[in-house]
């Protein structure tokens, strides 16, 4: 595009965000970042987890104020106090989460709120029509406005999601990652979906970590680092190569343990395992070593692991020394998941530092141990066992959670995202005791969607897709090795 | 008030159920059954057992007072039931409604013997509506839940009864009294009132917007809220309707009984029977689900299983053994079928 095209093109603008600044609990998450799309324009927002996407479509979509910047619609100044200000200025947004009630009828769904009504009633038939009609224009026939929204499957049910965006008149759609949860012939349908939107002369923000439905969809791309813009580029001036090192392009300035030796004896193997998240997981863990697994959201990281550990447990597939059928038996084989959400999962919040440090054991029937050693170890500060954990910091309730399974001696730990919420001391400190755990004869799969952690901490790295292990790397590979692969670009 | 419960969890997790009913076809007939059909078959089941286990004790089931009797029976408990319809579909409850009953009785019965009967029927009117009014607030205003906000409004309710009266009181006219006792053909006039009670709610929940927002509502408050419904009035219009159909029930007892009696209310057990009533009818107790059709088929099997009871001239006890494996198997069902 030269220069004179681009002019005019700005000044068509549907949507200006301009020095976007927002922090939460003095924590900055966007700092001056600036977005625009033009009518008829679909446009990618990119960037790693947690470099602020979210947010700014938050922000967008009235959910949050920001604290410092703009936004224009159609030239005009807008202030959002509320999602309904947004909605009425025409901005629609679909979450990965859909706002959808599952025992009302999809019409239900799309007017939900703002039922057209005739003398007082509701006008079933006028929903139903306009519905209809909607999802016609869609062309959308595998589906009714009368059927119930709990039949639907995840793709139909965006759909609904789309259809209540038009009926709303946006003009503005943000679609946040929305085919991490769908199935590749899904994704083709909602590819042709978004192209009709784009053709209605909509603006639509696509979010999404799978870098080639960017270039198959997008004309331009936003890439967002650690809550700056780092670039704005056209789509077709661009490669997944160069977006790769704009999204991740920074040093791997941190400390990490130094690696282990060789790794010991297979502590736990599986061949051909699956079930409906995973499929044909083959793999070995060894004492020892400390494996990384890799993967984008929604590539069936959490759902490998709770499987490996008998809480979703895997469906056909051989595993040794057992394959769980439940925790209980994953606990009995040796197995613990220091679960990635610790305070839903991992403990019981009202609980004292001993009651949960103790959990696993009791439930296990084991005697009860000596804890002071244990939390010693763990550097738990100050270690004080009466403490109700949920007055803890997150790096000391991350401790917790660990001497509850070290109390087990574990043959295989899992953890997933250890080091998530945790401040940068105690996090080197989880490393520290990771490793050394290691050492001392346990294998350790390491989920980290921190790819510096990742690479600092692990022995080799398995690459997960689309619930499918695409590949293994060894210790020390680039960042841009690991999306490459997670994002399935190794080709292009 | 009620749970707000992870967004997607239920509504991804029903492809997967369909992938697999697909196949097979007791499946299929099985989840197009759904709890209403199931309340009305298995009251077809009870009446047709019953008439043939009283035929055999040498008795005749369904003779025109055994119908009456049911509808009588049934009356009260079905117009407090379809209120707490209202409440639970909304995702709420109402633990208020027995003590609110035998208030509404009192006042019933002590205006209408000072002043006139219109007055006392006003007088419930505003002091039910105001008793919703209060349970609404407390629920959305000082985020107390349902359950205990209902609970402390039904105490005091309890403690200024307890204060104020020892034993029955105040005196209904002979003219109202008409409302307990008459029937027309075999329809007691009592059940004609349950019917418009019940045929308003159906028709607000089916056809108004509020219907619609008391589904979202109990489906999803944030859902709800965020597609611009302002869920606190909706909660508030909620109780205020579900103590109304309290204070009806009160005024139809003060016909029977002749007399406001403090006890009436939780005499009839109309708090916990009114919930179970609803739950047996298919609404789901977690709310957004269900109707007023399938609590009156709730209230109905419960008056019809207490018919055949009380002709076979069963041991009370037993009695109360059956009716409670009879709500607890029939919630144990619904919720097999949710997750099939």
Known sequence: MDGKGRKSAESSRLLRMVGITKGFLGVRVLTGVDLDVAPGEVHAVVGENGAGKSTLMKILAGVHAPDDGTIEIDGRRVRFGHPLDAQRAGVAIIYQEFN??????????????REPSRRGLVDAAAMIRETGRLLAELGEDSFGPRDPVKRLSVAQQQVVEIVKALSLDARIVVMDEPTAALAEHE???????????????????????????????????????????????????????????????????SYFPPRSSAAGEVRLSVTGGGNAHVHDISLELRAGEIVGLAGLQGSGRTELVKALFGAEPFTT???????????????????????????????????????????????????????????????????????????????????????????????????????????????????????????????????????????????????????????????GVSEEAIMHLAAGEEDS | MSTTGPRVAEASASPDGDGRTGSGGPR???????????????????????????????????????????????????????????????GSLDLSVAYLISLSSLVAAEVMEAGSVPGGVAAVIGV???????????????????????????????????????????????????????????????????????????FLLAKSRYGYRVHAVGGDVEVARLSGIRTDRVVVVTHVLCSLCAGIAGLLLASRLGAGVPTVGTDGGYDLESIAAVVLGGTALAGG????????????????????????????FFKDVVRGVVIVAAVALYARRRTS
């Open chain 1, 187 to 253: 994704v083709e349908l909602l590819h042709r979906l978004v192209r009709r939107l784009q053709d209605r002369g909509l603006a639509v923000l696509y979010i999404s970590h799978r870098l080639r439905e960017v270039f198959d969809l997008t004309s331009r791309v936003t890439v967002l680092k650690d809550g700056a813009r780092v670039a704005c580029l056209d789509t077709a001036a661009t490669g997944p190569d160069e977006l790769i090192r704009l999204m991740v392009g920074r040093d791997l300035g």
């Open chain 2, 128 to 202: 039910s509506a105001l008793v919703g009014l209060v349970n609404g607030l407390v629920i959305t205003k000082l985020h107390v839940h349902a359950f205990i906000a209902t609970l402390g409004v039904a105490l005091i309710i309890k403690g200024v009864l307890d204060h104020l009266y020892d034993g029955p009181a105040g005196r209904v006219p002979e003219s109202f009294q008409h409302l307990g006792y008459d029937r027309i053909g075999p329809i007691p006039v009592s059940a004609l009132l349950w019917a418009a009670v019940a045929g308003v709610a159906w």
């Open chain 1, 100 to 113: 959808l009630l599952p025992e009302r009828s999809v019409a239900e769904n799309v007017f939900l709120g």
């Open chain 2, 289 to 316: 689900k269900g109707g007023v059709a399938g609590t009156v088929g709730g209230v109905l099997l419960l008056a019809v299983l207490d018919s055949v009871f009380n002709q076979l001239e069963v041991n009370s």
């Open chain 2, 28 to 90: 299929r007939l099985w989840t197009a059954l759904d709890p209403t059909k199931v309340v009305y078959l298995a009251l077809a089941a009870v009446i047709a057992i019953g008439w043939v286990l009283v035929a055999l004790d040498g008795g005749a089931f369904l003779t025109t007072e055994t119908i009456v009797g049911i509808q009588q029976r049934s009356a009260a408990l079905g117009i407090v039931a379809v209120g707490q319809t209202l409440a639970i579909l909304a």
């Open chain 1, 317 to 475: 597939g051989a595993m040794t020394p057992v394959r769980p059928r439940s925790v209980r038996e994953g606990v009995a084989a040796g197995l613990g998941l220091v679960t990635e959400d610790r305070k839903a999962e991992g403990l019981a919040l009202r609980q004292s530092v001993r009651d949960n440090a103790l959990l696993v054991a009791r439930a296990a029937g084991r005697r009860v141990p000596a804890l002071t050693a244990l939390l010693e170890r763990v550097r738990l500060s100050p270690p004080r066992q009466e403490q109700e954990v949920r007055y803890l910091s997150g790096g000391n309730q991350q401790k917790v959670v660990l001497a509850k399974w070290l109390v087990m001696a574990p043959d295989v730990l899992l953890f997933d995202e250890p080091t998530r919420g945790v401040d940068v001391g105690a996090k080197a400190a989880i490393h520290d005791l990771m490793r050394s755990v290691a050492e001392e004869g346990t294998a350790i799969l390491m989920i980290s969607s921190e790819l510096p952690e990742l690479i600092g901490m692990s022995d080799r790295i398995l690459v997960l897709r689309d619930g499918r292990l695409a590949g293994e790397l060894p210790a």
